[in-house]
């Protein structure tokens, strides 16, 4: 009777892997829309679109500030063309006291404290939202009309981002980053040359601090395959619903205010807006050229600031879907979005299991039909050749904040597949914290990840390999 249950098991898991690598191979075949940054000579400086960067932070450390703003000083963009304006809650007085002091030494920076939700300064983001059928949230629903939103990232930036809105005349590209991001001295630039294609433009990320632990290095790797590797398919020439990766992306002002801005009650904006504008004929196009970021050096920080985001995609495809008017087909490919992700809680059976088989198929006296064997060595063949990409992706993505070839080896060894069968299975544990927030409605407020200025050397040292 065991034997027939574990039989069972291991045939159902082999089926659910291979459909994971199947739809892995449907995104490699969606083309990707990258920004050509070629046609920069072509573009008349009079004609680069103002840009507003927004910098929302929370109880930041002054001094990952201060690495950021060293890059940013370093933007090759006309001084009249872009504004960088910080958001601090008006209530965190420590980050607004830091910010003050920067702004000496950073004359460029702006700052505008986000108050309360209960100050008359919010009123123009209820004037906007109301009658919006695209601010879906605020106007229909369990939280239509409600006005206490929750104190998190997003709301700075609704905050900031209509007022810019009203008392700026003509058109401009939002932009915004995370307390520790680091763009490339060209990313205005791309914003300037892309806009003129696409309209929403992601860049992809890379960790600056990758080698400074273990769990680092595997938080890395999750931004490796992702960010700089599968999401660029997103963009498929219009064709896929896309999420934004939440930092480092541009928007037109005018789509954004037509289209409602930012939903508040999700743990994370970034897959919903993306939706959202996708729903209603907005293309997205790829800027390679990465921010650097720090990523979370301990396993406990990881699996925190991971759990958000597992909450974020649940919220993000669950009501809004309907809300927005996707088709079952649309909702379908949404889904498909987070299956990457969703396929890793099969380890936590996949792997005891194909542990099993191996062990009684080496022992000559395995139960499973030969059949299942041929499946699972297929499926093997597939990850190895996975592997295999991620690996090359790796090595070639890593040279921007690894320049030597000792030290992306070092990477490598260090995400080596024993580690990240490890790593995968780990990632069950954010992923059933994360259900449990979206089964719950909690995760609203902003648990923010614990940053500690990992990449102050590579930054203000200049070396980033552009």
């Known amino acids: 009777?065991?034997?027939?249950?574990?039989?069972?098991?291991?045939?159902?898991?082999?089926?659910?892997?291979?459909?994971?690598?199947?739809?892995?191979?449907?995104?490699?075949?969606?083309?990707?829309?990258?920004?050509?940054?070629?046609?920069?000579?072509?573009?008349?400086?009079?004609?680069?679109?103002?840009?507003?960067?927004?910098?929302?932070?929370?109880?930041?450390?002054?001094?990952?500030?201060?690495?950021?703003?060293?890059?940013?000083?370093?933007?090759?963009?006309?001084s009249d063309k872009y504004t960088i304006i910080a958001i601090p809650n008006e209530s965190d007085v420590e980050t607004v006291a830091s910010l003050r002091r920067l702004q000496a030494e950073f004359p460029f920076l702006e700052i505008?404290?986000?108050?309360?939700?209960?100050?008359?300064?919010?009123?123009?983001?209820?004037?906007?939202?109301?009658?919006?059928?695209?601010?879906?949230?605020?106007?229909?629903?369990?939280?239509?009309?409600?006005?206490?939103?929750?104190?998190?990232?997003?709301?700075?930036?609704?905050?900031?981002?209509?007022?810019?809105h009203k008392s700026r005349p003509g058109d401009f590209l939002v932009n915004y980053i995370d307390a520790d991001s680091a763009p490339l001295p060209d990313h205005f630039l791309a914003g300037a040359v892309g806009i003129r294609q696409y309209d929403v433009l992601q860049s992809t990320n890379i960790a600056g601090n990758l080698l400074a632990s273990l769990p680092a290095s595997w938080f890395a790797f999750d931004h490796i395959v992702w960010d700089a590797n599968k999401f660029g398919h997103l963009t498929a020439n219009g064709k896929h619903p896309y999420w934004v990766l939440g930092k480092g992306l541009f928007f037109k002002a005018s789509d954004l205010f037509e289209f409602g801005g930012f939903h508040t009650w999700i743990t994370i904006e970034d897959p919903e807006v993306g939706m959202?504008?996708?729903?209603?004929?907005?293309?997205?196009?790829?800027?390679?050229?990465?921010?650097?970021?720090?990523?979370?050096?301990?396993?406990?920080?990881?699996?925190?600031?991971?759990?958000?985001?597992?909450?974020?995609?649940?919220?993000?495809?669950?009501?809004?879907?309907?809300?927005?008017?996707?088709?079952?087909?649309?909702?379908?490919?949404?889904?498909?979005?987070?299956?990457?992700?969703?396929?890793?809680?099969?380890?936590?059976?996949?792997?005891?299991?194909?542990?099993?088989?191996?062990?009684?198929?080496?022992?000559?006296?395995?139960?499973?039909?030969?059949?299942?064997?041929?499946?699972?060595?297929?499926?093997?063949?597939?990850?190895?050749?996975?592997?295999?990409?991620?690996?090359?992706?790796?090595?070639?993505?890593?040279?921007?904040?690894?320049?030597?070839?000792?030290?992306?080896?070092?990477?490598?060894l260090r995400v080596n597949p024993l580690f990240l069968l490890v790593f995968w299975f780990i990632w069950i544990i954010p992923f059933w914290l994360g259900w449990r927030m979206y089964r719950n409605d909690t995760g609203l407020t902003w648990e923010r990840t614990h940053k500690v200025n990992a990449n102050n050397d590579i930054v203000r040292e200049g070396r980033v390999q552009g």
């Open 112 to 164: 505008m404290e986000v108050p309360a939700t209960s100050d008359p300064r919010w009123q123009v983001v209820w004037d906007a939202w109301e009658g919006n059928p695209h601010a879906y949230w605020y106007n229909r629903g369990a939280r239509a009309g409600v006005r206490d939103l929750p104190a998190k990232k997003t709301r700075q930036l609704i905050y900031a981002f209509y007022n810019v």
């Open 1 to 78: 009777m065991l034997n027939t249950v574990l039989i069972w098991v291991f045939v159902i898991t082999q089926f659910l892997y291979l459909a994971a690598m199947l739809v892995d191979g449907y995104f490699y075949t969606r083309p990707v829309n990258r920004v050509d940054m070629s046609q920069l000579s072509r573009i008349p400086k009079e004609e680069y679109p103002f840009i507003v960067l927004f910098y929302p932070v929370l109880r930041e450390l002054e001094e990952t500030m201060r690495t950021t703003f060293h890059s940013l000083a370093r933007l090759d963009y006309p």
């Open 276 to 412: 959202r504008l996708w729903k209603n004929g907005k293309k997205l196009g790829l800027i390679e050229a990465p921010l650097i970021e720090e990523v979370p050096e301990t396993l406990g920080n990881g699996i925190t600031q991971r759990k958000r985001w597992v909450a974020g995609f649940f919220q993000s495809l669950d009501v809004p879907l309907k809300e927005m008017g996707f088709t079952r087909l649309e909702r379908i490919k949404a889904w498909l979005n987070f299956l990457p992700c969703m396929s890793l809680t099969l380890n936590c059976i996949g792997i005891p299991i194909g542990i099993w088989a191996l062990a009684k198929w080496a022992q000559g006296n395995s139960p499973v039909p030969e059949w299942t064997i041929w499946l699972a060595c297929v499926n093997f063949f597939v990850l190895l050749l996975m592997w295999c990409k991620f690996y090359i992706v790796a090595w070639t993505k890593s040279k921007i904040v690894l320049p030597g070839r000792l030290a992306r080896l070092w990477y490598i």
